[in-house]
Every structure is written in C-alpha cells, then in structure tokens.
C-alpha cells in the first residue's frame, strides 16, 4: 500500500507535468493568434482573436502561479488536516482562503473558453 506522502508526491508530480503542458500550449496558441491578429482580421472574427489571445494570456499567468505555488506544497508533504486524515493537495490554501483546486479549475475554464473563441473565429474566418 502506498503511504499518503507518496500518493500526494504523486499527485504533485503530475500537476506539474499537466502545467507544463498548459504553458506551453497556451503560449503557442496565443502566439498564433497574435501572428494572425498582425496580419489583418475582419473587426468581427477580430473579437474572437482577441478574446482568445486574453484567455491563453491568463491561462498562462495561471499555470506560472500554480509552478510558484507546487514547491511549497513539496515541501510541505504529507499534507494532513485535523478533521480529514488523507488531506488531498487540491485543498491546500496557499493564499487565505483559496484551496489550490479553484487556481487549476479556472485555469482550465478560462483555457477551455479561448480554445472555443479560436474555433468560433477559424469557423468564422473559413
């Protein structure tokens, strides 16, 4: 049976491959746009461009905070609660009241939503 540090290590581990991806995508992808952006849009598929470009742009800022933040839940390991024995490290807190599980949803929210404004404006652009 694999102890609570190691599962958590684990876990750690693997938000921080997915993060690494995720920056790496949204950065080519907002690079992209901003290519097609320079070369001339249409005002109306331009919104979407744009729209886009913010939300790689914040996704990206959101993948760097979470790399500074997995450090210090390394070091922090095993994560345990008084009132939950097998703490899990998306309930971590690293500012005041905001568990480490709001930072990677919204980061995949806001990368989903400008993943669909690139295809609405490729669907409109075709």
């Not at 997915?18 to 097609?36: D, E, H, Q, R, S």
């Not at 598929?45 to 993948?63: D, E, G, N, P, R």
């Not at 790399?67 to 839940?73: A, M, N, V």
């Not at 568990?99 to 669909?116: E, K, N």
Request: net charge positive; proline share 5%.
């Amino acid at each position: 049976m694999i102890d609570l540090h190691t599962q958590q290590e684990k876990a750690v581990n693997m938000l921080i491959d997915w993060n690494k991806w995720m920056a790496g995508l949204t950065f080519g992808a907002a690079t992209g746009c901003i290519v097609v952006l320079e070369n001339g849009v249409g005002p109306l598929v331009k919104m979407y461009l744009v729209i886009a470009i913010f939300c790689f742009a914040l996704t990206l800022i959101l993948s760097s905070l979470v790399f500074t933040l997995l450090p210090s839940i390394m070091q922090q390991l095993p994560l345990v609660s008084k009132t939950n024995p097998k703490h899990n490290i998306y309930d971590y807190k690293p500012f005041a009241s905001i568990p480490l599980r709001h930072f990677i949803t919204a980061q995949f929210l806001i990368f989903i939503a400008g993943t669909i404004s690139l295809f609405i404006w490729v669907y409109l652009h075709a």
